[in-house]
T-cell receptor, first 110, second 116 residues
Framework: SQKIEQNSEALNIQEGKTATLTCNYT??????LQWYRQDPGRGPVFLLL?????KEKRKERLKVTFDTTLKQSLFHITASQPADSATYLC?????????FGAGTRLAVHP | EAGVVQSPRYKIIEKKQPVAFWCNPI?????LYWYRQNLGQGPELLIR????????DSQLPKDRFSAERLKGVDSTLKIQPAELGDSAVYLC??????????????FGPGTRLLVL
C-alpha cells in the first residue's frame, strides 16, 4: 500500500533561518503533490501544488521541489517567522484522490 | 466570500449514540469531501461527492456511517451507533471542478468528536 513519510519529530529553528521539511513516499506514482498548512483547531490550508513533470515551484518565501526518481519532495520556507509555526502536510494526488502524510510540526523561535 | 462552514464544532457523546455533522461548502463548488483526521495523523478521505453523486465512498465504513448531499449543496455525515474509536476530527472540504483532487481543496474548521 502507499506510504508517505514526513518527519515525525517537530522541527525547531530560529527566526530568519530557512526551514526545510521532507516528504518521502513509496508504492505510489503521484501525478502531483500538494503542501498544506494546518494550525491547531483549524482545517488544512492549501499552499502549493507541483506536478510530476515539474522540478521546482516557488511562491513568495515558499519553495517546493519534487524528485520522482527519489520519490521525495522538499518544502522550504526562507526567512522564517514565528507566524510560520504550524503543522505542514504533504499530500500525493492522482486518480482523483489526495493521500495525506501525517505532517511535520514546525516551531520558529524569535 | 464565506469559507466552508461546519457544525457543530465540538460534540461529546456516549458510545452507541448517533451523531450527525453538517457541512456547507463554498458557493459554486461542485466537489465535496468528508475526511477523518485522527490525532497526529493526516486527513483520510471518507467520501467524495460530485454534485449530489457519491463517486468515491470506498473508505466509508458503511455499517455505521452514512452521508448524503441533497440538491448537491449541503452535506450531512452520520454515525450510528458511534464507537470509542470514532473519536476524531471530521473535516469537510470542497473544490471547484470535476477532476477530483486536482484542484485546491478548501477545508472547513472541522468537528471534533469525542465518544465516551
Amino acid at each position: 500500500s502507499q506510504k508517505i513519510e514526513q518527519n515525525s519529530e517537530a522541527l525547531n529553528i530560529q527566526e530568519g533561518k530557512t526551514a526545510t521539511l521532507t516528504c518521502n513516499y513509496t508504492n505510489y506514482s503521484p501525478a502531483y503533490l500538494q503542501w498544506y498548512r494546518q494550525d491547531p483547531g483549524r482545517g488544512p490550508v492549501f499552499l502549493l501544488l507541483i506536478r510530476e513533470n515539474e522540478k521546482e515551484k516557488r511562491k513568495e518565501r515558499l519553495k517546493v521541489t519534487f524528485d520522482t526518481t527519489l520519490k521525495q519532495s522538499l518544502f522550504h520556507i526562507t526567512a522564517s517567522q514565528p507566524a510560520d509555526s504550524a503543522t505542514y502536510l504533504c499530500a500525493l494526488g492522482g486518480y482523483n484522490k489526495l493521500i495525506f502524510g501525517a505532517g511535520t510540526r514546525l516551531a520558529v523561535h524569535p | 466570500e464565506a469559507g466552508v462552514v461546519q457544525s457543530p464544532r465540538y460534540k461529546i457523546i456516549e458510545k452507541k449514540q448517533p451523531v450527525a455533522f453538517w457541512c456547507n461548502p463554498i458557493s459554486g463548488h461542485n466537489t465535496l469531501y468528508w475526511y477523518r483526521q485522527n490525532l497526529g495523523q493526516g486527513p483520510e478521505l471518507l467520501i467524495r461527492y460530485e454534485n449530489e453523486e457519491a463517486v468515491d465512498d470506498s473508505q466509508l465504513p458503511k455499517d455505521r456511517f452514512s452521508a448524503e448531499r441533497l440538491k448537491g449543496v449541503d452535506s450531512t455525515l452520520k454515525i450510528q451507533p458511534a464507537e470509542l474509536g470514532d473519536s476524531a476530527v471530521y473535516l469537510c472540504a470542497s473544490s471547484l471542478g470535476r477532476t477530483g483532487g486536482k484542484e485546491t481543496q478548501y477545508f472547513g474548521p472541522g468537528t471534533r468528536l469525542l465518544v465516551l
